[in-house]
Structure formats: C-alpha cells, structure tokens
C-alpha cells in the first residue's frame, strides 16, 4: 500500500499536469486506483490554492499534553518508580491512560513497563557470603555430580497455584459454586514429600502427613538410609558425587553427618553451604515442575492418600530425562553466582 506522502505527491504532479482537464477528471483518476475521494479532492484543493507539498514544520494543532514540560513531569512521575498507574496520571492531565502511554513510549529515552521479579529475601550477610561460597562449591567440587535433597509441602488444592486461581464463563449467575468459588480452609491439610535429584536420575520419594516434623532421627532413617544410600549404591559406585543437603537443622545433626561420614558419603560442610540461594539448586525448579502437574486442570484432591496417589503418578509419569537435565545445570548455575553474585 502506497504511503500517504506519496499519494499526495502524486495527486499535486497530476493535477498540474491536467489542471485543464478539470478536477473531476484528476479524481477520477485515483479513484479507479482506491484511493478515497475525500482524500483526492483535499489534496486537490491543497494543490489548487497554491498549498506546498510537504508540511511546514510546527503548522499543525499545538499539543496541550505532549508538551516539553509535560514529558519532564511524566519521566519524573513514572521513572524507576512503583506503584504509579497510567489512570492516575490520565486523572492529573485530564486525558485518556491511552495518551499517557503513547507520550512515555515516545520519549527520548522511553519509560517502559515491567514485571517485578521475585527474588529471595535475604540478608546483607547472606548476599555477601553467597558468592565466595559458591564460588568454593564450584571450585572443589567442579569435577563430582552434585545430589541435591530438599522437602516440599503439598496441599489438597493448591487453589491459589497459577492457572487455578481464575475461571471462564459467558454468565456467571449460572456457574457452579465449585468452579465460582476457593473455599479457604485455615489449615488445610498437606504432605511433605522428600527426594533427592542428581545428573542420574531421581531416588525414590519419602512422603509425610503434615503435622509429623522431620527430625534427625526420622530424616536419617526414611530419607538417607532407605532412600539416599539405594540410589548412590546404584548410580555412583564409580563416578565422583557430592551430597549437596540444605541448612535445616535435622540436615547437619550429629548424627546424620556421623553416619554419613562413617558411610563414606562425601557431603558439602556446614560451613561452605550457601544459604538461601534457591537459584543455584535446580531441584527448587523441580518441585515448581511435579507442582504444576499436579495440579493441572485445577486438580484437587479429596484426601491425603488421593493425593499421595497423585504424587506418586506424576513422578513416575515425567520424563527423568527433565530431572537430569535440571540436576546437570547446578555447576552452571553456581559459575553464574560465583561470577556475577546475586540479585
């Protein structure tokens, strides 16, 4: 399609070169081409009272919005800020939100919306040990996979889990409670489900009612004697491993680090596990992954044991190859820390 500068040059060389023949002629012309007749006739008149081609620059409408003034008030109002909407500025300039954001994405420099991201909340001091920490995770252990365990709660529900949380209907008067409504339960009941991942594969899940703490004696006996100790036996009788625990306390009791020393085990010490540093343990990633097939479609369970069932289906349903890949990335994902620290 033509542009509309080049319509209106053509028009103007037309006209001069049949000014004789009449304007209804010239419009004829570009009307057997589609071009709109009002659109003809206006560039016809331009022509014919003597009107240049291109437009003087600063002849059109003054802005009343988009002025100097108004885009420095704008940058300053919108700028690395929080919490300003386009309707409360439409509000101070008396305007549409529409013309508020035509003027910030025309800007010299454009203010642009975002997404906030989330990240842990940690601690100056957690911030500031994370990297060097990191730093000696990847040096000494560059050479060894890492297991990587961790324990994640399960709800019946998990209504508020993303894609649960909103419903479709052409009239809602006609929804069903179930479908319209979350029904909040203050303490619903859950599950704690353990498991260990590494580039290998996965060890058999633990799962545990809600209310029943895992201790040291409960997390050396279900989680690293029945379930830790099968796994590497089967996939590490040869290749170099690290056990990578987190920083609960029942993790470096006594008598679960004496164990695995005494078992030959190679851990990572207390003293060179960063904490609060989820993006370096890809089995967080993990748990977001069983999570949303769990609760796929809104799925909610009636029961704990329907959805100890559930659990167990989709762990044996998802490809392993997804859990090793994941496992893998950790030496990456500590060289990213390690060099740049964290957020």
Not at 42 to 52: C, D, F, V
Not at 236 to 248: E, G, I, R, T
Not at 321 to 338: E, G
């Amino acid at each position: 399609m033509k542009s509309k500068q080049e319509i209106k040059s053509r028009v103007y060389k037309f006209y001069e070169n049949n000014k004789d023949k009449g304007k209804k002629y010239v419009a004829a012309h570009f009307m057997a081409e589609g071009v709109p007749k009002a659109t003809i006739y206006r560039h016809i008149e331009s022509a014919a009272t003597g009107k240049p081609l291109a437009r003087k620059k600063g002849s059109g409408r003054k802005p009343k919005i988009n002025t100097p003034k108004n885009r420095a008030k704008l940058t300053k109002m919108f700028n690395h800020r929080k919490g300003t909407s386009l309707r409360k500025a439409a509000k101070v300039f008396n305007c549409h939100h529409k013309t508020i954001w035509e003027i910030l994405k025309t800007l010299k420099r454009p203010v642009l919306c975002y997404k906030r991201t989330k990240r842990p909340g940690r601690t100056p001091l957690q911030r500031l040990v994370a990297r060097p920490k990191c730093r000696d995770l990847y040096r000494n252990y560059r050479n060894s996979d890492f297991i990587i365990d961790d324990e994640s709660y399960f709800t019946l529900s998990n209504s508020s889990f993303t894609g649960n949380d909103s419903y479709y209907s052409n009239d809602r008067t006609q929804t069903p409670d179930t479908v319209k409504y979350i029904d909040v339960v203050k303490f619903e009941e859950k599950v704690l489900v353990w498991m260990a991942i590494s580039p290998k594969g996965m060890s058999q899940i633990y799962i545990r009612p809600s209310g029943l703490a895992v201790n040291q004696e409960v997390y050396l006996n279900e989680c690293i004697v029945k379930r830790l100790m099968p796994f590497i036996e089967k996939h590490y009788q040869k290749d170099k491993y690290v056990f990578w625990p987190d920083l609960a306390s029942s993790h470096y009791a006594n008598s679960v680090t004496n164990w695995l020393d005494d078992h030959k085990v190679p851990f990572v010490p207390k003293t060179l596990n960063p904490a609060n540093v989820p993006e370096a343990r890809a089995i967080e990633d993990w748990w977001a992954i069983l999570k949303r097939e769990v609760y796929k479609n809104g799925w909610a369970a009636k029961n704990v044991d329907q959805l100890r069932n559930r659990i167990m289906s989709c762990v044996k349903n998802i490809d392993v190859k997804v859990v090793q890949d994941l496992a893998a990335s950790t030496h990456k994902r500590l060289d990213q820390i390690r060099r740049y620290g964290v957020k």
